[in-house]
């Protein structure tokens, strides 16, 4: 009898350990598109800043539209994969605490706020886009764009912060506890 119940505990722990690490594997999976995510926003926010910068500056009324038109369809696309990282980031947040480990969780929780930090500084610069895209005059469409540029730095500095955090959340979820040793 004493046996049995030896196997059996042998058995939920080997079944357990195997759970965990699948846990862990789907939370690194959600945590790398969450990087993947915010990296092309950060590459979306940089690529705007010439247009912007010349929407923001030009004195031509012509050459202002035709920029801040570009900015708006880049915009659209920060915004859309800011939402998505928010999504993903949410999701591995959950399974980052059924993962177990306490450096996971703390990055995978930084992640999530600077996706949501730069979703939303993104969303509010592509209103002001939509604002100087709709602005009658020169003056009002260069205040949207010099607004817009501001939140885009925004958004861009809290995409490479989650970046970072989720490339630390991914490279911490690992039972083997040598590559977080402060002694080595």
Do not use: P, W
Not at 86 to 97: F, G, H, I, K, P
Request: glycine content about 2%; some cysteine.
């Amino acid at each position: 009898m004493s046996k049995i119940k030896t196997y059996l505990k042998v058995a939920v722990l080997f079944f357990t350990s195997t759970y965990v690490q699948a846990q862990c594997e789907v939370f690194k999976s959600e945590i790398s598109d969450v990087q993947n995510y915010m990296q092309l926003v950060s590459k979306l926010s940089d690529s705007l800043r010439s247009d912007v910068e010349i929407a923001s500056f030009d004195a031509s009324v012509t050459k202002a539209r035709k920029n801040t038109k570009s900015a708006m369809l880049l915009m659209g696309q920060a915004v859309n994969a800011a939402d998505e990282a928010v999504l993903l980031a949410s999701e591995a947040q959950y399974d980052s605490e059924r993962c177990g480990l306490d450096e996971v969780i703390s990055y995978t929780i930084d992640a999530e706020r600077h996706a949501i930090d730069s979703r939303d500084f993104s969303t509010e610069a592509f209103e002001n886009v939509k604002n100087a895209s709709k602005a009658n005059n020169l003056g009002n469409l260069q205040f949207y764009m010099r607004k817009a540029q501001r939140l885009m730095k925004g958004a861009q500095e809290s995409a490479d912060a989650s970046v970072y955090a989720a490339d630390n959340a991914h490279y911490s979820c690992s039972h083997n506890l040598d590559h977080a040793s402060v002694d080595r």
